[in-house]
């Protein structure tokens, strides 16, 4: 069994104030992109495609730099994060019987060690589906982890969609996630896009394997840094700042 990956990098980044994807902002000198796919090689995951969307022509041209092969698929709307792994359905369809890590391209510290401990829980738990997660101090604007009395993720419940009991939960949702790529395909076609955004979110997968009676699990990365992304210049100079201070390299 190999193992693959999918990185979502078709955002636009408007409050990013650039004229290129936002996933090719930089920490350190190199682009967030790079970041996520030299965590992936580390941890063994050869197999990468990229969905792109917003001038997709910079994607591409940094893609021709590596010394490695990475397939790229477009995203002409961008639909949500649902909508974008479904750009990618022929790549998980050659990789049925695999695990599929679905990342963010603009979380630049999701290391390798959290990616290759979580798909080891993924694998010796037998889950359908295993969510990357994080515990953090202030969880506001996250996806909350709603776990059973087993320990198996029951929901992940949006920012606007919950209880004053639920906004309490501290283990949020990374946007990472482990997928066992036939069991994926199984679900990817039904999600539903009738939410206010209209958009396609794949979280939805989950509550779907859920409702057909599959294991979804969540892993709990050592370092909450995890989960830290940018959509402006601000968040984006706090990611180099954070990378200087913890010795962080690409």
Known sequence: MSNCAIILAGGE????????????????????????????????????????????ECIDEFVSTLDFKV????????????????????????????SVVILNGDAPFMDSKTIEKSLEQHINTQSSATVISAMVDDPTGYG?????????????VEQKDGSEEILK?????????????????????????????????????????L??????????????????GANDPAQLEELNNIAKDRGYTC
Not at 174 to 203: C, H, M, Q, T
Not at 211 to 223: H, I, L, N, P, R
Request: aromatic residues 6%.
């Open 13 to 56: 980044g408007k409050r990013m104030k650039s004229d290129k994807p936002k996933t090719l902002s930089l920490v350190l000198g190199k682009p967030m992109l790079e970041w996520v796919i030299s965590s992936l090689k580390k941890a063994g995951v050869n197999d990468i495609c990229i969905v792109k969307g917003f001038k997709k």
């Open 144 to 156: 909350r982890i709603v776990r059973d009395e087993n320990g198996d993720v029951k929901s992940i």
């Open 211 to 228: 409702s057909d009676g599959c294991k979804v699990g969540a892993y709990t990365a050592e370092c909450s840094d995890t989960v830290l």
């Open 71 to 98: 397939e790229t698929v477009y995203q002409a709307e961008r639909l949500g994060t649902g909508h974008a792994v479904m750009m990618a359905k022929d790549f998980l369809e050659s990789h049925k019987g695999d």
């Open 169 to 209: 939960i501290k283990e949020v949702n990374s946007g990472g996630f482990w997928f066992d790529a036939e069991k994926l395909l199984s679900v990817l076609g039904r999600i539903s896009s009738d939410n206010n955004a209209k958009e396609y979110y794949l979280p939805d997968a989950l509550k779907l394997l």
